[in-house]
């Protein structure tokens, strides 16, 4: 039999995108087709689904919407796509110009529990035959958005018992542990959740409320996005405050690396860059590395080793660290460009070392996805110094565009990246340059590192072809998920 999935989730590429959440969703589902799943996507209608979807129909209206005056569920399609996608239309809880989550102000809005609860709740809807057509076995919930999921499935089989009507199993993935959906414990009534789910072993998380606490609690299995990953979240220093309960959930949660939907992110048949090129023909690079350097109003100079970054500029991906180590790059005549949005002072302090060092350092705020693929293919290394990286996709475009990643060793990016020692280049294992301690010191190592493999120009070359051939694609990890989608539903 057909397995049908539903995957629950608030971002989906190309319509709406803040981070690789939306990249995933959009390649994931697909890539599980293909392995011969029955899959669909469930997305809250912000404006750009509900605009972006076609052939919307209505499915069934929502009976319980949680203070929005009516909720709607439809069923449409992303255009040029085989995948469907359900989407919740509630306009006073959706229709919202600007960020899913947050206000103009970057404050969160104040009333995302009951907007992201809407969105759990509806899919433990489906689950138990919302749709009269589709019913999914599986339910795998992304995120902090979709963590009350599991949470309406398990309080939904307690009430009317696990053999009566559909009961699917459901999965938990994590994207990113720093994003927790915490809600003061008193909005916990309006959820319309059991009691007794209020409590340590549940949905409260000292003393507030927690949906990724939900998801991680309820869910019948747990999924992140690196194996490196896995592994860290359970540790003091990396679990959030929920360390114990994925070490005492330990047997249920697996790491699954995320992939790269190469139909998007390829040097040969990528629409957005100056030069299209290849493994075996790469003077195209060349020429998208100067449209780069013109279009940043760079000096234009073949020689010199240019990095780029595109990344959210948060805490996370350690871009601080890249500001206090990019004396180093300017000095041995590198550049640097960087294609970002985020965090004020962090843009400030980019935008200082852009007007210091108007011939190697340019900078971008705001989301760009042309100029991203522009960057990606234009630069002889990217960077992406994280403090942690659950998975990390920009890492694995930059090796499809032989833009050699400079990563730190956590998470995704240990996982994808072998560093260029002696060692890893003389057994011919070096994809790019890794640095293991959080500090400038061993940053700018592996900087160093960069211009003196740069230097060795048939090392290069070799590095940056076998950085190329690097297989992420997703259908290895898309049967990974159809082996525990067939563990889970027996
Ligand atoms: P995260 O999800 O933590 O932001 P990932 O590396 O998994 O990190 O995914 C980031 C995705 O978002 C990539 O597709 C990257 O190209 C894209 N991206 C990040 N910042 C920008 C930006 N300012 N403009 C365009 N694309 C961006
Ligand atoms: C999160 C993580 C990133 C991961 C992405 C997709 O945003 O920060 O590491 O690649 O989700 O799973």
Request: net charge neutral; aromatic share 8%; with cysteine.
């Amino acid at each position: 039999m057909t397995l049908r999935v539903l995957h629950v989730a608030s971002e989906l590429y190309p319509l709406l995108k803040t981070g690789g959440l939306a990249d995933v969703t959009a390649a994931l589902p697909a890539a599980l087709i293909e392995q011969g799943a029955d899959a669909r996507l469930l997305l809250p209608g912000f404006p750009s689904v509900a605009a972006g979807l076609e052939n919307l129909r209505p499915v069934a209206r929502l009976e319980r919407t949680f203070g929005a005056p009516e909720a709607t569920l439809e069923l449409g399609r992303l255009p040029g796509s085989e995948l469907p996608v359900y989407m919740i239309r509630a306009d006073a809880f959706y229709a919202r110009a600007g960020n899913p989550y947050l206000d103009d102000q970057h404050v969160p809005y104040g009333d995302n529990a009951q907007r992201f609860a809407l969105l759990g709740w509806t899919a433990a809807q489906i689950a138990r035959r919302l749709d009269p057509g589709w019913t999914p076995a599986i339910v795998q919930a992304h995120d902090w958005h979709a963590g009350l999921a599991p949470a309406y499935l398990r309080a939904a089989e307690r009430e009317h018992g696990a053999g009566h009507g559909a009961s699917a199993r459901s999965i938990f993935t994590i994207h990113n542990l720093a994003y927790q959906g915490i809600f003061p414990a008193r909005q916990f009534d309006g959820l319309g959740l059991p009691r007794d789910f209020l409590h340590m072993n549940g949905v409260e998380f000292y003393g507030q409320l927690s949906f990724l606490k939900a998801g991680l609690f309820y869910a019948d299995k747990i999924t992140t996005v690196s194996p490196t990953y896995a592994r860290e979240i359970q540790t003091v220093a990396q679990g959030g405050g929920l360390e114990g309960l994925l070490r005492e959930r330990t047997h249920d949660l697996v790491g699954i690396l995320n992939g790269v939907d190469y139909g998007v992110w390829s040097p040969a048949g990528d629409a957005a860059i100056a030069a299209k090129y290849s493994a075996t023909r790469m003077s195209g690079k060349l020429r998208c590395k100067s449209a780069l350097q013109t279009r940043m109003k760079l000096a234009v100079r073949h020689d010199a080793l240019v990095f780029g970054v595109v990344s959210r500029l948060t805490e996370q991906k350690g871009l601080d660290l890249l500001l206090a180590a990019l004396p180093e790059i300017v000095a041995r005549g590198g550049q640097l460009v960087v294609l970002g949005t985020g965090d004020p002072s962090l843009e400030q302090g980019y935008a200082r070392a852009a007007r210091q060092h108007p011939d190697a350092v340019a900078v971008e705020f705001g989301f760009d996805e042309t100029l991203a693929h522009e960057i990606v293919a234009g630069a002889d290394v990217m960077a992406v110094p994280s403090r942690f990286e659950p998975c990390g996709l920009t890492q694995l475009y930059a090796l499809a565009y032989g833009a050699l990643p400079l990563v730190h060793c956590v998470g995704g990016l240990a996982d994808t990246v072998v560093d260029a020692s002696l060692e890893n280049l003389a057994d011919g294992l070096a994809t790019g340059f890794v640095f293991s301690r959080f500090e400038p010191e061993a940053l700018t190592a592996a900087i160093r590192r960069a211009f003196a493999l740069h230097a060795r120009s048939r090392d290069w070359r070799e590095t940056r072809a076998r950085a190329m051939r690097q297989d992420f694609g997703w259908a290895a990890s898309a049967q990974r998920y159809m082996t525990l989608y067939r563990e889970l539903a027996g």
